[in-house]
């Protein structure tokens, strides 16, 4: 075969072979934007049911019921103290799963002066109790949005905030998550308050 036909032949293969590799590059792109446009609209479509990035990652005591969990938490020893002093501590020893939001010392502070000093018996047992969840060991990571009672009988309010996708207990943030063998304990940036006039009952 002559020089000037396998040089010929050559280039012809080397075009084949490049316009081949355009094509690809070029499929293989059409093939990531339309992946793209389909993330997109899933992604849209479910964010009302889908479970969110996790915000805390939480702390495995499995050995640890949820009273001892929440009374071990350093930044959280008012409230602990209520939990003993009210009675619902001991409740929460055994049995059913719990969910126990805890507020930190410092949510505590920031309530108005005399705000706990003022209450009754009753109302501080209602206030505590408005902090416990019976019956479920909620997970805040696979809960978007929707509301569930209270020891207390009061509705919570749980949500995902959009913006920083952190877990929300009517508007207190969650802080820090705490498994323990009959629940979790979640501690929260701000003290849950009972819906006006259900303290006193």
Known sequence: MPTEVRYML???????LFITLIISLWLLNVSRIQNNATYGTASDTSALTSPHTPFIVPENRQATNVTTLAESLPDATRFATLLQ?????????????????????????????????????????????????????????????????????????????????????NSSVVLEEYKGKNGIVYLINSVLLPPIGTLGH
């Open 85 to 169: 002093t009210t009675g619902v501590g001991a409740m929460l020893s055994a049995g059913e799963p719990y969910t126990v939001f805890v507020p930190t010392d410092r949510a505590l502070r920031q309530l108005p002066s005399g705000t706990i000093e003022n209450m009754s018996a009753a109302q501080l047992k209602r206030l505590v109790q408005y902090h416990v969840v019976v019956g479920r060991a909620i997970d805040v990571d696979a809960v978007d949005s929707g509301t569930v009672q209270a020891l207390s009988k009061d509705l919570l309010n749980l949500s995902i905030n959009p913006g920083d996708q952190s877990a929300r207990v």
């Open 10 to 16: 050559a280039w012809i293969a080397c075009a084949l």
